[in-house]
Structures are given as structure tokens and as C-alpha cells.
């Protein structure tokens, strides 16, 4: 995509939630602010940047997940881990279409100066497919626990891991947002 061909958002739109402010956004470095048509290139790098991570991801556990059906044991399941694995599936068919979504956008949209609906879209499809990504790995964790462990420690332990990514994926992120916009205020009254 050429320069002509990138819209860029307003100049003092927050990132993270498109809301407005009157102040131009500082550049990752520190050093002066950044223009909009900057700020709108980083954007897009950084979630190129996750969504290669995280597509790569749930790419490897969804082959996973379609070759366990293939194998001698599967007939062996009894109707609930049969029905986790169905769910399992389905989940980590939404997260890889979720997560590639993007890319798709891009090439319908390219050239038509959307460039900041594009990061806008790509942001939210993200975080969908991130949450997504996480009920996948949860449900197949509960099925192979479900083989593994005894009882109900096997529902304990994916309820422990699934409480873990809330706090790493969601819960530590939107805190330590809340902190930045405090400073922010807090050096803004001073």
C-alpha cells in the first residue's frame, strides 16, 4: 500500500479506545509526537506483529485437535469428551478464521484509503480471537486432563489455568491501563 493510499485517523485519537483527546501522541521512543499517518502505520505493524504470533498458535493446536479424531482411541470417548472435542473444534475453527480475518480485510480493502477502519477492525477482531484462542486451549487442556487426572482435578486445574490467562490476557492489561491513565491525570493536575 502506498503512503497516498493509507487514511489516517485524526490527529489526538486515543488507540486503544478511539476516543478523543487534545493532546498529539508521543512516539514509542519518546521522542516527539508522531504524526497521525505514523501513528496509523505503527498500529498496523504491532497487530501484523500479534496476529503472526497468535495465528501461528492456534494454527498448531487446531491441526492437533483434527488429528486426534483419527486416532484408535478417539472411539473410546464417552459422549461428554466427545462433545468437549466437537466444542473444541468449533472453537479453534472460529479462533483461526478469527485471527486470520485480518489479512482477508486487508486485501479486499487495500487501496481504498481505509486505513484506519482496518486497524480499528483488525484491533477488535483480536481481541475476539484472543478470547476465542483461549476457551480453544482450555477446552482441549480439559480434555486431555480428563484422560490424565482423576476426578474432578481436572475441571479444578483448567478453572486455574482459564482464572491464569483472564489475569495475564485481560485482567494485568486493563490494570495497568487504568494506572497509565491515572498518571496521566495525576501529572496533568499537578
Given at each position: 500500500?502506498?503512503?497516498?493510499?493509507?487514511?489516517?485517523?485524526?490527529?489526538?485519537?486515543?488507540?486503544?479506545?478511539?476516543?478523543?483527546?487534545?493532546?498529539?501522541?508521543?512516539?514509542?521512543?519518546?521522542?516527539?509526537?508522531?504524526?497521525?499517518?505514523?501513528?496509523?502505520?505503527?498500529?498496523?505493524n504491532e497487530i501484523l506483529q500479534e496476529t503472526r504470533v497468535s495465528q501461528t498458535g492456534v494454527q498448531i493446536l487446531f491441526g492437533f485437535l483434527l488429528s486426534v479424531a483419527f486416532t484408535p482411541?478417539?472411539r473410546e470417548l464417552e459422549t461428554l469428551d466427545r462433545a468437549i472435542y466437537v466444542t473444541t473444534v468449533v472453537l479453534?475453527?472460529?479462533?483461526?478464521?478469527?485471527?486470520?480475518?485480518?489479512?482477508?480485510?486487508?486485501?479486499?480493502?487495500?487501496?481504498?484509503?481505509?486505513?484506519?477502519?482496518?486497524?480499528?477492525?483488525?484491533?477488535?477482531?483480536?481481541?475476539?480471537?484472543?478470547?476465542?484462542?483461549?476457551?480453544?486451549?482450555?477446552?482441549?487442556?480439559?480434555?486431555?486432563?480428563?484422560?490424565?487426572?482423576?476426578?474432578?482435578?481436572?475441571?479444578?486445574?483448567?478453572?486455574?489455568?482459564?482464572?491464569?490467562?483472564?489475569?495475564?490476557?485481560?485482567?494485568?492489561?486493563?490494570?495497568?491501563?487504568?494506572?497509565?491513565?491515572?498518571?496521566?491525570?495525576?501529572?496533568?493536575?499537578?
Amino acid at each position: 500500500m502506498t503512503m497516498a493510499e493509507q487514511q489516517v485517523e485524526p490527529e489526538g485519537r486515543n488507540e486503544a479506545d478511539g476516543a478523543r483527546n487534545d493532546e498529539p501522541e508521543r512516539r514509542p521512543d519518546g521522542e516527539g509526537p508522531e504524526s497521525p499517518h505514523e501513528r496509523v502505520n505503527r498500529r498496523w505493524n504491532e497487530i501484523l506483529q500479534e496476529t503472526r504470533v497468535s495465528q501461528t498458535g492456534v494454527q498448531i493446536l487446531f491441526g492437533f485437535l483434527l488429528s486426534v479424531a483419527f486416532t484408535p482411541l478417539f472411539r473410546e470417548l464417552e459422549t461428554l469428551d466427545r462433545a468437549i472435542y466437537v466444542t473444541t473444534v468449533v472453537l479453534g475453527a472460529a479462533a483461526t478464521g478469527t485471527l486470520i480475518a485480518p489479512v482477508s480485510i486487508h486485501r479486499f480493502l487495500s487501496g481504498q484509503r481505509m486505513k484506519d477502519e482496518l486497524v480499528e477492525t483488525a484491533g477488535r477482531l483480536m481481541m475476539c480471537g484472543m478470547v476465542l484462542l483461549a476457551l480453544t486451549i482450555g477446552c482441549t487442556l480439559l480434555l486431555i486432563l480428563r484422560f490424565v487426572v482423576p476426578g474432578v482435578l481436572a475441571e479444578i486445574l483448567v478453572v486455574g489455568v482459564m482464572l491464569w490467562f483472564g489475569f495475564c490476557w485481560y485482567a494485568l492489561p486493563l490494570h495497568l491501563r487504568r494506572r497509565a491513565d491515572r498518571r496521566a491525570r495525576d501529572a496533568d493536575g499537578s
